[in-house]
């Protein structure tokens, strides 16, 4: 059985752990390979070789690290197909779909190969007497990323592209329940150029998710995943005087007007609700249809469209989606239908119990559709994080931005209509991050930022664009004079001002 390693100082590295966590391939249901989920000392290891690696990639002038990702995108491109068969063997995800999630990654290491613009800094000329005031951009040390499941290209990218642009030695952390794509990544990063050192991987679970939050040496901690794991992770790294930033889960809505075209919106809800099999933190699991006559007029249309679906392996090139990650996330998908069933909304389409020919020991969902979901249900408040799509009706617009503003969840949001005004107003007043106007998916382009509120974001500070840069460097302010010489100035006993 292949039993994947930890990558510390440009290698691959073995633990003495005897803690094993297994990786399925989804499609089968069979176990392919197994993980050695690290120790205390492993993450001591990594983080003192990233330590003694960090000051020398920080020296280098910012061009020349810019030209190690230029190399390293060039590499993911070479490499994309095989890349893209890895991801997809462990997760599930449709190769075309994982193609795309690690083009979102590559886009963000296009933009930090500009991140040498965005540490220019700023300076003042004559701010008093003889003085310049000028701040600079300096990169925090070692820092460190934890991230899920279900983007395992894209994310651990977020995070360590813009990192090491900013001169920062990076220990990833993935998921363990499919660590294969972020240990390639470390890899081609070394042909790229990168020292070696500069980036660690280190595989594991809580244990070694602790140990970076507790070890004094790492100076932020990114981290994407569950909410309550991400306000644990906050909370505890935050404790340690760590700058941190964990997003979390997601319930994204979908709002529809009774002017959007229904057809297009239709189209769009399918691939945003099920593509990945919903596992996708800016899936819209929630359709609201405004008045009764949008709903009467939704439903056929949601219906048909969803039987219309193609669930296959995810080498299926016809496949729209393929299975959950693991039987267990399956399970849990499972009893929140249950669990809708019981609190009395209406299913529609019930997809547990699908089977693919050749393949029934796969993690296969078909996809769920229930109508007439209400506010109160614990099924509609959580996250189900699979191919499950609620349908609410609300009578007016007021009550439909209510429903998205006042959900515990503040990811993503979409509006469907034709009416420019109402857009305007919904994109004002709505309590959530990112916003879509006819853009089921509204995930930021690179050079933005992305971050959602409420419990889907803990910490001030976006993943990459200039929040990126602003979470992994420190502003230093230096105030100088150099006096030409002449009468001693007298000192004065005051605060300095102006005037
Ligand atoms: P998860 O919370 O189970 O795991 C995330 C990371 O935390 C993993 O590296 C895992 O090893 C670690 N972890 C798990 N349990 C832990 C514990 N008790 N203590 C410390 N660390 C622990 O999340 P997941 O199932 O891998 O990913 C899916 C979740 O991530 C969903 O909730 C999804 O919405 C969310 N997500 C959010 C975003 C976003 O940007 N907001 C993006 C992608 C995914």
């Known amino acids: 059985m292949p039993r994947l390693t930890h990558f510390i100082a440009g290698k691959p590295t073995s633990s003495d752990t005897n803690r094993l966590s297994d990786i399925y391939n989804p499609n089968t249901g069979k176990i392919q390979a197994q993980v050695g989920l690290g120790t205390v000392e492993d993450l001591n290891l990594a983080v003192a070789i990233a330590k003694a690696a960090q000051g020398e990639w920080a020296a280098m002038n910012p061009q020349r690290r810019a030209r190690v990702l230029f190399e390293f995108k060039r590499l993911l491109e070479r490499d994309m197909d095989t890349l893209a068969h890895l991801l997809s063997s462990e997760h599930g995800k449709v190769i075309s779909d994982a193609k795309g999630d690690i083009q979102r990654g590559l886009e963000v290491v296009e933009f930090a190969c500009g991140i040498p613009h965005l540490l220019k800094g700023e300076f003042t000329q004559g701010a008093g007497p003889g003085i310049d005031v000028f701040s600079m951009r300096q ?201 809708g069933i019981d609190e009395g909304a209406e299913l529609v389409l019930d997809g547990r119990g699908f089977k693919l020919q050749g393949y029934e020991d796969g993690f296969f969902l078909g996809p769920s559709l229930f109508d007439h979901v209400n506010p109160e249900m614990k099924s509609y408040q959580e996250e189900i994080f699979g191919p499950v799509l609620q349908m609410i009706r609300s009578q007016t617009f007021e009550e439909a931005i209510g429903l998205a503003s006042k959900h515990p969840y503040g990811n993503g949001v979409a509006i469907f209509t034709r009416n420019g005004d109402a857009a305007r107003e919904f994109a004002d007043q709505v309590e959530v991050g990112m916003v879509g106007i006819n853009v089921p998916i509204p995930v930021p382009v690179a050079y933005h930022s992305f971050g959602g509120w409420k419990r889907s974001g803990f910490g001030d500070l976006n993943q990459y664009g200039m929040d990126g840069v602003r979470f992994y460097t420190r502003t230093k302010t230096v105030t100088q004079r150099w006096p030409k010489g002449g009468p001693i100035v007298d000192q004065s006993f005051i605060i300095p001002t102006l005037s």
Request: glycine share 10%.
């Open 139 to 339: 990169p925090l040390g070692v820092v460190a990323g934890i991230t899920p499941f279900n983007f395992p290209a894209m994310i651990p990218m977020w995070m360590f592209a813009p990192a090491l642009a900013c001169g920062n030695a990076f220990i990833l952390k993935p998921s363990e329940r499919d660590p294969s794509v972020p240990l390639a990544l470390a890899q081609l990063l070394l042909e790229a150029g990168l020292p070696a050192g500069v980036l660690n991987v280190v595989q594991g679970d809580k244990v070694v998710v602790d140990a970076i939050l507790d070890h004094p040496d790492i100076k932020a901690v990114s981290f994407v995943g569950s909410s309550d794991i991400a306000q644990y992770v906050y909370g505890r790294g935050a404790s340690m005087g760590k700058r941190m930033q964990c997003m979390g889960g997601a319930k994204n809505h979908g709002i529809i007007l009774p002017d959007a075209d229904l057809d297009q919106t239709v189209a769009d809800i399918m691939g945003a609700a099920y593509g990945s099999a919903g596992e996708r933190c800016m899936a819209l699991p929630v359709v609201v249809a405004v008045g009764d006559k949008t709903a009467e007029a939704l439903r056929p249309r949601l219906v048909a469209a969803a039987q219309g679906l193609r669930v296959g392996i995810s080498t299926d090139a016809d496949a729209h989606y393929g299975p959950v990650v693991t039987a267990t996330h399956k399970a849990r998908i499972e009893s929140y239908i249950q669990m």
